[in-house]
């Protein structure tokens, strides 16, 4: 099993700073990455796949990068709806989450 | 827009077996997709359980293996999960997804108490 480590586990951030949230694969993925955003009694929802592809209506403000073992979600600058839990998932073999990442206003 | 819509009974006894179904609309089930069941515990993390092509070929999360049963009715446009052997572990949210490069679209998930 592919094991997906996510750090750190909270971020403190103020509205408009910018989030860098990093995600480890423990065997190389190629870029089977994709990130979720998740906020309290809701479904989780798409923003990237393919490591860096933002889905469809995906603000600009979120970018995705990196390959192999190491990957790195940035919200460029943060607004008030994005705070909410960011989960990593590789998709190289079946599917795996990390543990998640709580983003909170400082 | 697709729409995904989990229904259920949202209690069942330990030992029992656990059954949903994923009703899909604005879409086909027969389209170049897979289908997927996700799991989450209270106040905890995501589960892969296992996915579902309309071809009825399957995949499952080897740890839930030999419980989880995923199929497909083409004719309802809808998708179903058999978990069986339930513990009070099995407490979770579940969701159901289309996979396209990623899980696109989820319904809105449904909670399952394991108790008796």
């Known amino acids: 099993e592919i094991v997906m480590t996510q750090s750190p586990a909270t971020l403190s951030v103020s509205p408009g700073e910018r989030a860098t949230l990093s995600c480890r694969a423990s065997q190389i993925i190629s870029s089977n990455l994709a990130w979720y955003q998740q906020k309290p009694g809701q479904a989780p929802r798409l923003l990237i796949y393919?490591?860096?592809t933002r889905a469809t209506g995906i603000p600009a403000r979120f970018s995705g990068s990196g390959s192999g073992t190491d990957f790195t979600l940035t919200i460029s600058s943060l607004q008030s709806e994005d705070f909410a839990v960011y989960y990593c998932q590789q998709y190289n073999n079946w599917w795996t989450f990390g543990q998640g990442t709580k983003v909170e206003i400082k | 827009q697709v729409q995904l819509q989990e229904s259920g009974p949202g209690l069942v006894k330990p030992s029992g077996t656990l059954s949903l179904t994923c009703a899909v609309s604005?879409?086909?089930?027969?389209?170049?997709?897979?289908w997927s069941w996700v799991r989450q515990p209270p106040g905890k993390g995501l589960e892969w359980m296992g996915e579902i092509y309309h071809s009825g070929s399957t995949n499952y999360n080897p740890s839930l293996k030999s419980r989880v049963t995923i199929s497909v009715d083409k004719s309802k446009n809808q998708f179903s999960l058999r978990l069986s052997s339930v513990t009070a572990a099995d407490t979770a949210v579940y969701y159901c997804?289309?996979?396209?490069?990623?899980?696109?679209?989820w319904g809105q998930g449904t909670l399952v108490t394991v108790s008796s």
């Open positions: 604005g879409g086909s089930i027969s389209s170049s997709n897979w």
């Open positions: 997804a289309r996979v396209d490069g990623g899980m696109d679209y």
């Open positions: 393919g490591a860096s």
